[in-house]
């Protein structure tokens, strides 16, 4: 909706341009380059900025004024990590969400047993992972991504609905194979950074700063500073004065 707006504002602008050239020779052409370059940077900052909702309605939190929050862990499953974070939640009665990349569920389907009977949700984070899944057509990012609903629902016997785009990158192909898998776009708007967190302080400082109702908390379950970082995390969220829901309750 929002690109389509940014696209009718282009067309307007240069069409608007061109009529003034047109009807006063001084209005140079030259002033439609402006016009191309600010919907290029809109269009670049569209695609990487997951929670503008510039190509399709991205789930990133949810407008509640309690104090509830929920955890989302990406690109797992994995062998050393997501069991302790399992154990943590557990151990916390805390439900969350696990993005996993199909492509790490073989050798892993033990993980994906006990997320199913643990009662977290698991959702589609795309079978490749591919670097370049961004470029792919819309058709082939689809496959992509019913591999992974084969591959889970042939484990747990659950359809996932959810889905989150690698790297949180959305352009109209990702809108448009969403669209035609019917899934659920989900993003965050409390990005945790902590593939890039030097250490648990920066990690926790970070999320605690960035706390509100309703917040979608991104995290990893493949890193290792996230999975020792964890129990703290869960206590100074709740120190905060937060409840951590599953996902689907942040939204009754
Ligand atoms: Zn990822």
Not at 3 to 15: C, D, R, Y
Not at 117 to 143: C, I, P, Q, Y
Not at 227 to 245: C, F, H, Q, T
């Amino acid at each position: 909706m929002k690109f389509k707006i940014a696209n009718i504002l282009l067309g307007l602008s240069v069409a608007g341009i061109y009529c003034l050239h047109r009807t006063f020779i001084s209005v140079s052409l030259l002033w439609m380059l402006p016009c191309f370059l600010l919907h290029g940077t809109v269009v670049i900052l569209g695609c990487i900025k997951i929670g503008w909702s510039f190509f399709l309605p991205v789930v990133c939190s949810s407008n509640t004024s309690s104090r509830v929050v929920a955890l989302t862990f990406d690109d797992g499953p994995n062998k050393d990590f997501t069991p302790f974070i399992i154990d943590t939640l557990s151990r916390n009665n805390i439900k969350a969400t696990f993005f996993c990349i199909g492509k790490n569920i073989p050798g892993n389907e033990d993980i994906l047993k006990r997320m199913e009977l643990e009662g977290h949700t698991v959702g589609n984070h795309s079978n490749s992972h591919h670097f370049w899944f961004d470029l792919f057509s819309a058709r082939k990012m689809l496959a992509d991504m019913q591999e992974v609903d084969k591959k889970v629902y042939a484990i747990t016997g659950r359809k996932l609905t959810m889905f989150r785009p690698p790297y949180g990158i959305t352009n109209p192909n990702v809108a448009k194979a969403i669209k035609m898998g019917n899934y659920t776009p989900v993003g965050w708007n409390i990005r945790s950074l902590d593939t890039v967190a030097k250490d648990k302080k920066q990690l926790l400082a970070r999320i605690e700063s960035r706390l509100k109702p309703g917040a979608i908390i991104l995290l990893h379950d493949s890193i290792k500073l996230t999975s020792e970082a964890l129990p703290e995390a869960i206590a100074m969220i709740r120190k905060n004065g937060y409840d951590i829901v599953p996902l689907s309750e942040l939204f009754d």
